[in-house]
């Protein structure tokens, strides 16, 4: 069974930085495209951010641009989100997804990246809590 699963989330302070990490057993993460989504209570699921499948094209949503970086490791078959100057506001379950490059082929430099509707594979999730 396909298993994505998310790791690195905890308790950060404001201005701190994480790395969280979405591994995955039963697939290759290279093979697809990945995207962080987070949901804070009482809020909807947001897109934080996608990488392509190839060229490791990333697009940012503008309330992380500057601070949350998307990368490949390849070799731990996983995705990383770099997270800097973490803000109050970024406290939230951050989830990672994957979707088949069909799905959003040669889209992966735009916001349409962040639509949950186009992934199949869903992580459990990880809390990231803000101290200030």
């Known amino acids: 069974q396909v298993q994505l699963v998310e790791s690195g989330g905890g308790l950060v302070q404001s201005g701190g930085s994480l790395r969280l990490s979405c591994a995955a057993s039963?697939?290759?993460?290279?093979?697809?495209?990945i995207a962080w989504f987070r949901q804070a209570p009482g809020k909807e699921r947001e897109g934080v951010g996608c990488?392509?499948?190839?060229?490791?094209?990333?697009y940012v949503h503008d309330s992380v641009k500057g601070r949350f970086t998307i990368s490949r490791d390849s070799a731990e078959n996983s995705v990383l989100l770099q997270a800097d100057k973490i803000e109050p506001a970024d406290a939230a379950v951050y989830y990672c997804?994957?979707?088949?490059?069909?799905?959003?082929?040669?889209?992966?430099?735009?916001?349409?990246?962040?639509?949950?509707?186009?992934?199949?594979?869903w992580g459990q999730g990880t809390e990231v809590t803000v101290s200030s």
């Open positions: 039963r697939m290759v993460l290279d093979h697809y495209i």
């Open positions: 997804a994957a979707a088949r490059p069909k799905e959003l082929f040669q889209l992966t430099h735009t916001p349409t990246c962040l639509e949950p509707s186009r992934y199949d594979y």
């Open positions: 990488i392509s499948e190839k060229e490791g094209t990333t």
